[in-house]
């Protein structure tokens, strides 16, 4: 059973510039959530899609924008990279409740990948 | 607002000694609260976590937290931790059944041989 993957695992970027990460879900998870990990931080809610709809979102700009796509998988825009944009961004996957019939699916949990570590110069 | 506050930025232990990280947590709503451990250079992996029911839920490794409303605390427990604890550890909240995670800002087990 495929975890959720992501990638790349590193890249590096210049101020300005712009960046795109990729995330496959766990088989069988249809929502996928982005999380920024700055250094010696926790995790910080971006936003989550289900559907190809973004459902949720926290407190970020706009230079942060997303993607899913039919196969449920996702990709994560960053639009003027910053200096403070260098960070571990996480994807996360699961089963968004989304009616009576699924409350058995709902487990509460996020299935989380490895991340994509983004250094901006 | 949630909010997640881990009290303990790095907590050094011996092996074989119990160990005990803090979280404790602030919301209006019925939660879920889960642990998370961080290796090096790795993504998060789930530890426990809190739905409903039983307040003290258990890890297949040994590590146990209680979920206690009235004090809005779900710390973590360990009677006895190995080398390989060694890690940082992530306390979450979240409305119940919006998988939007509020995190602690982490604590870091190093444990000491």
């Known amino acids: 059973d495929a975890g959720v993957t992501q990638s790349p695992t590193h890249l590096i970027k210049t101020r300005g510039q712009q960046v795109t990460l990729r995330c496959s879900p766990k088989s069988g998870h249809d929502t996928v959530s982005w999380y920024q990990q700055a250094l010696g931080q926790g995790p910080q809610f971006i936003f989550q899609?289900?559907?190809?709809?973004?459902?949720q979102r926290g407190n970020f700009p706009d230079r942060f924008s997303g993607h899913q796509f039919p196969n449920y998988s996702s990709e994560l825009n960053v639009n003027a990279l910053l200096l403070g944009d260098s960070a571990l961004y996480l994807c996360?996957?699961?089963?968004?409740?989304?009616?009576?019939?699924?409350?058995?699916?709902?487990?509460?949990?996020?299935?989380f990948g490895e991340g994509s570590r983004l250094t901006v110069l | 607002a949630q909010s997640v506050t881990q009290l303990d930025s790095q907590v050094p232990v011996f092996e074989e000694a119990p160990v005990e990280l803090r979280c404790n947590y602030s919301s209006s709503v019925s939660v879920y609260l889960f642990w998370y451990v961080q290796y090096p250079n790795q993504g998060l992996q789930l530890l426990l976590k809190?739905?409903?029911?039983?307040?003290l839920v258990e890890s297949i490794n040994g590590f146990e937290a209680e979920f206690n409303k009235s004090q809005t605390s779900f710390h973590l427990r360990k009677p006895s931790v190995h080398i390989s604890d060694t890690a940082e550890y992530f306390c979450?909240?979240?409305?119940?059944?919006?998988?939007?995670?509020?995190f602690g800002t982490g604590t870091r087990l190093k444990v000491l041989a």
């Open positions: 979450a909240v979240s409305n119940a059944g919006t998988y939007k995670y509020i």
């Open positions: 809190y739905l409903s029911g039983s307040t």
């Open positions: 899609y289900y559907e190809e709809e973004e459902r």
């Open positions: 996360a996957s699961s089963l968004l409740p989304t009616g009576t019939f699924r409350l058995a699916e709902n487990t509460g949990e996020l299935f």
